[in-house]
């Protein structure tokens, strides 16, 4: 049975998390569904350093608006002013959007 939270605390007395653990933060690594309107890339480096060297499952993040959705292991679930979530399946990825119900 998959359990991401006992894997978890039990690798992160190393130096590297098991790739079993999923990542959160507010801004998206440099390249990963991280481009504004003008297509340059607003993403941190230093997001995806980390994410290189732990090897993350997932990385979700929001703050780009115009790039929301997933690529890879990258989830975008920035929402702005939109009713709407995103469910990902671990360990799998399987990622699906629900969009609520215009009033």
């Given at each position: 049975?998959?359990?991401?939270?006992?894997?978890?605390?039990?690798?992160?007395?190393?130096?590297?998390?098991?790739r079993?653990?999923?990542?959160?933060?507010?801004?998206?690594?440099?390249?990963?569904?991280?481009?504004?309107?003008?297509?340059?890339h607003?993403?941190?480096?230093?997001?995806?350093?980390?994410?290189?060297?732990?090897?993350?499952?997932?990385?979700?993040?929001?703050?780009?608006?115009?790039?929301?959705?997933?690529?890879?292991?990258?989830?975008?679930?920035?929402?702005?002013?939109?009713?709407?979530?995103?469910?990902?399946?671990?360990?799998?990825?399987?990622?699906?959007?629900?969009?609520?119900?215009?009033?």
């Amino acid at each position: 049975m998959f359990k991401p939270q006992e894997q978890c605390r039990a690798s992160a007395r190393g130096r590297q998390r098991a790739r079993a653990c999923p990542e959160a933060t507010h801004s998206p690594a440099h390249g990963a569904l991280d481009q504004i309107h003008d297509g340059t890339h607003v993403g941190s480096w230093s997001i995806s350093s980390v994410i290189d060297v732990r090897n993350v499952l997932a990385h979700i993040h929001g703050h780009v608006h115009g790039t929301r959705g997933y690529e890879g292991r990258h989830f975008n679930v920035a929402a702005a002013a939109e009713r709407r979530a995103m469910l990902i399946e671990l360990p799998s990825l399987a990622a699906e959007t629900i969009e609520a119900a215009k009033e």
